[in-house]
């Protein structure tokens, strides 16, 4: 082709609540900003995103937008408004993104949840607000796709519309987290706002919790997830729900997600950070962690090793037990914490009174910022996951760029991303074999004494993890494979793949075994 330039073979519509780095609280932002992108470069696809307009995200920020539709009022839920699709101008990607800006549901000044992190009581009636407008939209602007990728349950509504309006347009539905599935709530059992067809489908599946996730799982063909462990987990778990039977029916597969090498790149230039690369990580981390301490106000010692986290404080991801276990190390001044992410009030608490018992141990800062998470991977020596779940997880993956080892739960994404180094030669982390305190606190001990009594250890190990590829490029191919099912067409790069991933291959032999088929 002349100028080697791929000329996209599929046009997909990518339904999302999150785009990184603009409108983002999650990991959903971060995939929704590096799939597609990944896809066009090695998979020839071509991505329109469609995601809610957040007032307070656009336009403190400057952000340029021109109106392209303007779609008539309906009332759900007692909320009665119009709304306007708008294009985001200059956002510098490879893809087009539209904005559904309707201020009665999405100024909020938080995409889910309010400051006490409880989410929205009306969260249910705007994605379903939302739903009607991305399909109106696409109705009365007569755009073409070949697919539709929804994303969780907030994608349902607007998935079960499209499904209703273009029966034959090929769709499928990504699970980032199943334990949110958007639960119907209607005294009548009827729902004038979805489409009766799929109402129907829907209550005749599971007549007792109808829910927007089933409903977009109902109207997908097919079902991707964050990991084959994660996809085997759900099926097993829901097994004899309608959830689960329908997870089988669409033949759920899970794909690892990746890493966008240029945002988590511990070498970048004219960040915070101090750049190092592998055979420079022991110097570079030294340095990092000095300038993490002093950011947070933390002790600075270069002897204290430093556990970084960037998560929501919540106990899906075991962050009760995380605290629980670390107190003892923290007032012992054996270790510090370094904290970024939300919370929920409970946790924020008990994360101020460590603060109190153990002073200059632990920093913490209650929202995402991304130039502190760089300096917390880049500083930090270990990196803790105790989650209750976990579809992928990429906080693992990122620790690994900056050789920042990871102690992990060995569910979902972390079983198939993480082997233990104390039984595995090639092993870059710990897994914590239980969901308890004591387990995580063992494991923690653990990895200390493995880094004070093998010293010239964990250099190599460091070594090792960043050498790994979790690029999005293999996860492009996978998903191009998946796209080309659901659509009986091929696309370049696109790979047939079944297996569970083998860690820390290279990329061309992960492609080959990134997809599994359940």
């Not at 090695?42 to 021109?66: A, F, I, K, M, N």
């Not at 490879?94 to 309010?114: F, G, T």
């Not at 106990?315 to 904290?339: H, M, S």
Request: include cysteine.
């Amino acid at each position: 082709m002349p100028g080697g330039i791929r000329v996209p073979t599929l046009k997909c519509l990518y339904i999302t609540q999150e785009y990184a780095p603009l409108f983002a609280e999650g990991g959903l932002g971060l995939t929704s900003n590096a799939l597609p992108a990944a896809l066009h470069t090695h998979g020839g696809v071509q991505h329109d995103l469609v995601l809610p307009y957040y007032p307070w995200l656009v336009e403190p920020r400057g952000l340029s937008t021109e109106v392209v539709c303007r779609l008539p009022e309906q009332e759900i839920g007692g909320v009665r408004s119009a709304a306007e699709v708008h294009r985001l101008l200059r956002h510098g990607g490879p893809c087009e993104i539209y904005l559904v800006r309707a201020d009665a549901w999405y100024d909020r000044h938080s995409i889910y949840r309010d400051a006490d992190y409880v989410p929205f009581a009306e969260e249910g009636g705007r994605s379903v607000f939302f739903g009607r407008c991305v399909a109106e939209w696409v109705a009365r602007t007569g755009r073409a796709y070949d697919v539709v990728h929804g994303n969780d349950w907030q994608s349902g509504a607007a998935m079960a519309h499209l499904r209703d309006r273009f029966p034959r347009l090929p769709q499928l539905l990504t699970l980032h987290n199943a334990l949110y599935q958007g639960h119907l709530h209607s005294p009548d059992r009827t729902y004038p706002e979805l489409p009766a067809p799929q109402v129907a489908r829907l209550l005749e599946r599971a007549p007792n919790d109808p829910s927007l996730l089933l409903l977009g799982l109902l109207a997908a063909d097919t079902a991707v997830t964050c990991s084959p462990t994660y996809a085997r987990e759900l099926l097993a778990e829901l097994a004899g729900t309608p959830l689960g039977e329908t997870l089988a029916e669409r033949k759920v597969s899970g794909i690892v997600f990746g890493v966008d090498g240029d945002v988590w790149d511990p070498a970048a230039p004219d960040r915070c950070t101090i750049p190092y690369g592998a055979a420079s990580a022991d110097v570079g981390k030294g340095l990092n962690k000095r300038a993490l301490q002093r950011r947070l106000q933390l002790v600075e010692d270069d002897s204290l090793p430093v556990i970084g986290i960037c998560s929501r404080v919540v106990p899906e991801k075991g962050c009760d037990l995380l605290l629980e276990a670390l107190a003892r190390f923290l007032i012992n001044r054996r270790v510090q914490l370094a904290l970024v992410g939300p919370s929920t009030h409970e946790l924020r608490g008990r994360i101020h009174d460590l603060d109190a018992a153990a002073p200059g141990m632990v920093g913490y800062v209650p929202k995402f910022d991304q130039d502190l998470a760089w300096l917390v991977y880049a500083g930090a020596d270990l990196t803790v996951m105790p989650s209750r779940t976990e579809p992928c997880g990429l906080n693992q993956l990122i620790a690994y760029r900056y050789g920042t080892l990871p102690l992990a739960s060995p569910v979902g994404g972390l079983r198939d991303t993480v082997r233990d180094l104390r039984t595995c030669p090639d092993g870059g982390g710990f897994l914590i074999p239980e969901h308890t305190a004591v387990s995580v606190r063992t494991t923690v001990r653990d990895a200390l004494r493995w880094m004070r009594d093998q010293p010239g250890e964990p250099p190599a190990v460091r070594r090792r993890v960043m050498a790994q590829d979790w690029s999005w490029a293999t996860t492009a191919r996978a998903y191009a494979d998946v796209y080309a099912r659901v659509t009986g067409r091929t696309t370049p790069g696109g790979g047939t793949a079944e297996g569970v991933p083998e860690h820390g291959e290279p990329a061309a032999v992960r492609a080959r075994s990134a997809l599994l088929g359940a």
